[in-house]
Every structure is written in structure tokens, then in C-alpha cells.
């Protein structure tokens, strides 16, 4: 089973109160890639430019991820970022932002990539995501986005959004593009248009994730409990490759599969047990030689402290 992802390929400084990398390989397609390979076969789409060296695309082919569909831009610079984190690490400044190679971002998908099982369509352009998906013929998708997008391309996500089987996005976003009061809401609001997806994966940040599935169902997973986090960047495109990556690993052993709540609700949990590695370094640094065997022990864990059977008492009337 095959997933293609999308998505931005990028160099990111940062600086946490953990301390500084200047110039380290980020982007959502490549923190996708890098949680997505611990389960299946990724193949990503993306642009860089010159200064992609042999060496970062090495990194991006970690644990046999296909990098054939990489557009290598001749005389181009690869997109940028640069920010700051506040000392509680949910809080920071974008201080710069270099679109560069990225900025006139036409993917190109070859046959293969055309065919792969699984489309992530990672934050990108809504007409450009809507592009892609129609090219494709996939059995599973999901799509990730942003406030930005909200704010000025709305209409084009929200036909975007009734292509795909589930959306991620997190709370605030979710919030805002429905103008709902709750998540709770949020999620009714996108499951009641005419055209919509079977499930909504709510980020939540620190406080975890929460699913809604449009027949009714439901989870919640706590984030994964640390001593200390090192670097926020990217654990969300970790967490949707942990994710996609467990329903394309079911999808591979029964592709008649449904993938309903209680696939989802284990996907959460894998999702969460692999970002919860992301985030105890800089951009993937820890994910680069991490075992198989280091993600499963945090899944296992998480399956433990989710799993409650209360004993009933008499309430008063």
C-alpha cells in the first residue's frame, strides 16, 4: 500500500528555549513522509531548488521513501522559514517566510504516484489540492490546511474538503472556517454541506486530538505525556503521516477494510504516539534513526491510558 503526499518541502530556522538550528530540512510533505514510513510506502511531491543538496534528499528518503516525483528546480532557492517560539512553545513569531521554488508550486505526479492507494493533500493551495485530487484515483484521502486559506480562498477549500474522505485541521481553524462556537459544532456544521467528508481530526495541540465521524462517532486521545518538549515544528504533519500511514497499513492487510470510527480512533493514537517522538528534537531529527520498535512501545502505552471500564454507581435523582 502506497501513500503520496503533496506538500511542502522547505529549510526551516528556529529557535526554542531549547535553543537554534539555523537551516534544517522541514515542511509539511517532509515531516509527513518521515512518520508516514514507519507503516508504508511514501512517495512525496513537492519543490525544492538548488540548494537541496544529495544529502537532504537522503534525509527525505528515510526508510524508503520514493523521492521521484521531487521537482528539482534549476536556479531556484527552496522555501523557507524561519521562527521563534515562546518559553511555553505553543505561542511563536514567524520572522520570515521565503516562499521561494514553492511559491508557483504546479505538482506533476507521475503514473505512479497517480495510482498510490492513499492521498495526503498537505497544506497547500485549495485549487492546487483540488488539482491533484482530481488526477487521482486513490481509495483513501485526507487533507490538511490552514487559516490562511480561510481567509482568502474559502470557496476553493471548501470543494477541496468535500473531495477528500477526512479533513484535518485544528481547533481554531476548524472554529473559523465554520464560524461555529465549539469544535463539537464545527465539526456538525462541515458534516451538514452538500458535499462533505466521513471524519474530521481535530488538533488540539498540547491537549491532544479529538475525531468526529459523520454517522455519530467519536474519540478523543490525550497527547502523549513528556518530560519535556524540545521543538513544536512540524508535530502536527507528523501526527496526519502516523495517522494516514496506520490506514494505509489496515488498507494493505484488508483492502476491503471500512475505515470507519474505530480504524480512525487507532489511527489518532498512532498519529500521536509518533508526533510525541517529533517533538523531543529539532524539525525530524529524532525520527531520522528511530526504531519501529520505539513508536510501538508509545502506541502501546497510549492504547493503555485510553482504555477505561468504570464501575457504575447510583446517581441521586
Known sequence: ????????????????????????????????????????DVRVVGPVGDDYTDEHMALLATRGTNTDDVERVAGGKTFFWKGKYHDDLNTRDTITTELNVFETFDPKLSQESRDADVLFLANIVP???????????????????????IDIARDDLVAAI???DCLILNDEELQQLTEAPTTYAAAQAVFGWDASPSAIVCKQGSYGAQLFTKDGGGFTVPVFPLDRVVDPTGAGDTFAGGLVGYVAARLAADPSLTVDRDVLASALIHG??????????????????????????????????VRLTPAPVDLRA
Open 127 to 149: 485549487g492546487v489540492q483540488r488539482a491533484v485530487r482530481a488526477q487521482s484515483s486513490p481509495k483513501w484521502a485526507a487533507l490538511d490546511s490552514m487559516n490562511l486559506w
Open 162 to 164: 468535500g473531495e477528500v
Open 1 to 40: 500500500m502506497t501513500i503520496t503526499v503533496v506538500g511542502s518541502i522547505a529549510f526551516d530556522g528556529l529557535e526554542t528555549p531549547h535553543g537554534v538550528r539555523e537551516r534544517i530540512p522541514g515542511g509539511a510533505a517532509f515531516h509527513f513522509a518521515q512518520a508516514a514510513s514507519f507503516f508504508t
Open 272 to 305: 500521536t504516539a509518533t508526533a510525541s517522538h517529533n517533538v523531543e528534537d529539532f524539525g525530524s531529527e529524532k525520527l531520522y534513526g528511530l526504531p519501529g520498535s520505539a513508536v510501538q512501545e508509545r502506541i502501546e502505552r497510549l492504547h493503555e491510558l
